[in-house]
């Protein structure tokens, strides 16, 4: 891969807290249209992020994975910014609770005669489920992967 050696600032926030601010070589997210890289030299953008995870090569070429709920992905001369509603560190993700979320979902979703349900908010915390779950799924490959 022919990576831009000269680092870009990332800043990833959400509403609670600031969740990475640091030096990298390229960032990865999903977009709507789909999946963008930004490193140093990219144009500047502002574009909206879809459930997922953003991928961070540091500078010393190790790998930070990190959930977003979505948000919006802002790219400056020397800095990327992600505002994200929630973010979190892949390694702190609950398994069981996303499996959780994911079924409910399904289930809720299976139930179309029902009036009650806001299906737009229901497809939008299944898309979040199944986001953090692929991302569980990723860490296992890259621990497989070093043994």
């Known amino acids: 891969m022919n990576i831009n050696l000269t680092p870009i600032q990332v800043d990833i926030v959400s509403a609670e807290a600031s ?3 640091g030096q990298a070589l390229q960032l990865t997210a999903t977009g709507f249209i789909g999946e963008l890289g930004v490193s140093h030299g990219h144009s ?7 459930p997922g995870y953003v991928r961070i090569k540091k ?3 190790k790998e930070e994975l990190i959930y ?3 948000g919006i992905l802002e790219v400056q001369p020397h800095t990327v910014t992600i505002l994200a509603n929630v973010a979190t560190r892949a ?3 609950d398994e069981a609770a996303a499996l ?3 079924e409910s979902a399904e289930q809720l979703l299976k139930q179309r005669q029902r009036t009650d ?3 737009a908010q ?6 979040e489920a199944v986001a953090q779950l692929k991302l569980i799924e990723e860490l296992r490959k890259k621990a497989r992967l070093k043994t």
């Open 19 to 21: 969740i990475y601010s």
């Open 68 to 70: 977003i709920s979505g």
């Open 44 to 50: 500047p953008l502002l574009t909206s992020l879809k």
């Open 117 to 119: 349900i806001d299906y």
């Open 100 to 102: 959780a979320a994911k």
């Open 122 to 127: 229901t497809i939008a915390k299944l898309a």
């Open 91 to 93: 390694a702190e993700l």
């Open 59 to 61: 500078a010393d070429e």
